[in-house]
């Protein structure tokens, strides 16, 4: 299997396509210049404490109030809050905690008043990211993520993936974290630090500890609302989760975001370099690799499969609802029964891909077409947790009900990713009238005649609907009686005409030499 990143960065945003065998199975958005996201460490102030919710409500500097519930506090609250109290009195100098003295772990039902008092200040990290009319959901217990490690403050506690399954290495791995951790921080080893070498996990580590320090540097002299550590880009982070041998290509249409992961290539996987590629083709990046046409045919309310059968998708605030339809597709030398299971295996695969691309969290009902054999009925919610194996998001499968629905949980740390798909006609834009048809192309004649004659712009590119970039080329080579040959001899300077299939029909857009939007 095979994986590709794919990374179209614009003025506005950053969007990340991750590919597995060419088909789309993650995308992220990334706001330019956005805050609290999952990671970030600020120095809020609590602002109310509601002892009937057994919750605080801490001013994070978000429009809406962040929410810390007791249970979020974690064991070491009480540690933290002395730490943090230490650092800004001036008497913990240094950051390290090898001299620090713990405080004993708060109680698992204990009362929120009890910990955290209105008007305190407190060092928090982002949870779950602001979503709908929601602040975003905050934790005390501080953890710092790295490529192979999680480093934990205040605890000793060192864990190993359970997804590592060989007890040597498990062995191996916790008595290197021993001899290498300092005193007083925990460690949580990574599935993928699996075989790595001592100087690869020590070098993760110290990286770690740097970040730590840097915290307790801005603490210092931070004052609330303020963010005292961010996490990494988007980009990035996903590289550090999934980079390895299955990666065979990374593909990014930005310089600067170019070099940036060539820097943080360099730092953790070298031997990647080469798999790092600038695209500089003329039509978007997510045209040429086919994401833009899954995209358009993967996000919307019915998802259409390879064999014809469909999924419809529903969605509340806390609830999705995904209904199988076989469609027409249906074998006339099969049962009614091996028809009905085969469309819901292929309905399980596509479910589970679209709660990963989708990034769909709290309570998800998939009713799957009825199944009498309770052996056909036990193999597709085992091909359900099979295909769900390779989701990063904590989540929870139970089996089918005598309904015949199988429910489903699963976390939910960002917004709900969602694409619009039905398009505004551009011929009408929404009002059901439109201008002649034929006068489209000397639309778009007349808007280049301004742009060259009155705006004096050279190396002029449009880019328009593949129908419409076919038509304007149409017209034999040796004759150069197209559209585009005429423009040639009427302005004395080749246009440059590209097709767009994210574009609707009579949509265009014109672009100088620097590939900016000239706007008229």
């Known amino acids: 299997m095979s994986h590709e990143l794919i ?34 460490i600020y120095y809020g102030k609590a602002k109310k404490v509601m002892t009937g919710l057994n919750a605080a409500f801490i001013d994070v500097g978000y429009e809406k109030d962040a929410f810390l519930h007791y249970l979020d506090l974690g064991p070491q609250a009480k540690s933290l809050i002395k730490y943090v109290q230490a650092v800004k009195a001036g008497k913990q100098n240094v950051s390290n905690l090898m001299y620090f003295k713990h405080e004993s772990d708060i109680k698992k039902d204990g009362k929120i008043n009890d910990i955290v008092k209105s008007g305190a200040n407190l060092l928090v990290q982002v949870a779950k990211e602001p979503i709908s009319a929601k602040g975003p959901r905050i934790t005390t217990e501080i953890s710092l993520a790295g490529r192979y ?18 007890f040597e290495e498990k062995n191996r791995l916790k008595e290197l974290m021993q001899s290498i951790k300092p005193k007083n921080f925990g460690v949580i080893v990574r599935t993928v630090a699996e075989g790595k070498t001592v100087a690869e996990l020590e070098g993760d580590l110290n990286d770690l500890i740097k970040k730590w320090d840097e915290c307790y540097k801005t603490l210092k002299t931070a004052e609330p609302p303020v963010r005292v550590l961010g996490e990494m880009d988007r980009t990035n982070s996903i590289l550090r989760d999934f980079l390895n041998a299955s990666f065979n290509a990374i593909h990014v249409n930005d310089p600067k975001v170019f070099e940036d992961l060539k820097i943080y290539l360099k730092s953790i996987a070298p031997d990647k370099l080469n798999i790092l590629k600038l695209y500089d083709g003329k039509v978007p990046i997510f045209d040429a690799f086919g994401v833009e046409k899954q995209i358009k045919s993967l996000f919307g309310k019915t998802v259409h499969m390879k064999t014809g059968a469909y999924l419809v998708i529903e969605h509340t605030e806390a609830l999705h609802v995904f209904d199988v339809n076989s469609g027409n597709r249906a074998k006339s030398d099969n049962s009614q029964e091996e028809n009905a299971f085969e ?50 998001a904590k989540h929870n499968i139970l089996p089918p009900s005598k309904f015949g629905l199988i429910q489903i949980t699963r976390q939910r740390l960002r917004p709900e990713i969602n694409v619009e798909v039905m398009e ?22 007349n808007t280049l005649r301004f742009i060259i004659k009155e705006q004096n712009e050279k190396q002029v590119t449009l880019q328009v609907h593949p129908y419409i970039e076919a038509y304007i080329k149409k017209g034999s080579w040796w004759k150069r009686n197209s559209k585009q040959h005429k423009w040639k001899r009427d302005f004395n300077q080749w246009v440059d005409v590209q097709p ?14 620097e590939m900016d939007e000239i706007v008229v």
Request: hydrophobic letters at 40%; proline letters at 4%; glycine letters at 6%.
């Open 149 to 166: 490690i999680v480093l934990i403050p205040f605890t000793d506690k060192i864990s190993v993936s359970s997804k590592i399954k060989n």
């Open 424 to 445: 505004t006609c551009p011929n009408c834009n929404g009002t059901g009238k439109a201008q002649p048809s034929l006068l489209f192309v000397d639309q778009i004649e």
């Open 500 to 513: 767009a299939e994210s574009y609707g029909l009579m949509e265009y857009h014109f672009f100088n030499k």
């Open 7 to 40: 990374i179209n960065s614009t003025p506005n945003e950053v969007v990340i396509a991750l590919l597995s065998d060419k088909r789309l199975i993650e995308l992220h958005r990334e706001k330019s210049g956005s805050k609290f996201m999952v990671g970030d």
């Open 343 to 392: 469309v819901n295996l292929e309905a399980a695969v596509e479910v589970a891909r679209q709660l990963r691309l989708r990034d769909m969290g709290g309570i998800i009902v998939v009713d799957f077409i009825d199944l009498h054999s309770p052996d056909n009925r036990k193999k597709l919610f085992d091909k359900l947790k099979e295909e769900m194996k390779s989701d990063r």
